[in-house]
């Protein structure tokens, strides 16, 4: 991927700079430069949960917005979440240095459906993996999970290439919705990407 576009994708990341805490909106510490962390904000417009065989959750942030000077190319952040086990209140101790899930984080640049022209760059995927704290809870219906990434630590999957994150650290409020069928076609069509 072409340097340019690796600027571009990490200054539409970065236009949220520490802009409030609002539910969906993920905080990331890019720990690239440790002496100088960089602080950085991205909101997920689509967020769903499913329930997994084991008793654990999957949970799926996902945003997609065009890159203006990109032309017909977008940009879509991913964040993939599958829990251990949930602490409960009163009755586990909880702690954020405690680790109870894995996480994903997926950027992807790939050409908008129906682009006349495709161009260089396109379908470039960049992938960080790491574990942290994720409390959660369901309400009565079953339909909604209200949570927060306490604290989770990722490092890109490869060590080779122009990377703009190097390990960062995670959080955030989000609100997700019961849908099986999206997180499930996340696991077969982005997810394989990064395994």
Do not use: H
Not at 56 to 62: A, F, N, S, V
């Amino acid at each position: 991927m072409k340097s340019a576009t690796i600027k571009i994708l990490f200054l539409i990341l970065g236009l949220g700079l520490l802009s409030g805490c609002q539910v969906n909106q993920m905080k990331l510490v890019n720990y690239a430069n440790p002496e100088n962390p960089e602080n950085l904000t991205q909101n997920f417009n689509s967020v769903y949960f499913t329930e997994t065989g084991t008793g654990g959750y999957e949970i799926l942030l996902q945003s997609s917005e065009p890159i203006a000077r990109e032309g017909n190319k977008v940009l879509r952040q991913m964040v993939f979440i599958t829990t251990l086990w949930n602490p409960i209140p009163g009755k586990t101790y909880a702690d954020e240095s405690q680790i109870n899930a894995n996480v994903i984080y997926m950027v992807e640049i790939f050409e908008r459906q129906g682009a006349a022209v495709t161009t260089e760059g396109s379908g470039t995927i960049l992938c960080y993996k790491g574990a942290g704290f994720v409390s959660y809870q369901i309400d009565r219906t079953g339909q909604t999970m209200t949570g927060t990434i306490e604290k989770a630590f990722l490092e890109p999957i490869q060590k080779r290439g122009t990377r703009q994150l190097g390990r960062f650290e995670l959080s955030g409020d989000f609100k997700a919705y019961k849908n099986r069928g999206a997180v499930g076609e996340f696991k077969i069509t982005a997810g394989t990407n990064c395994r």
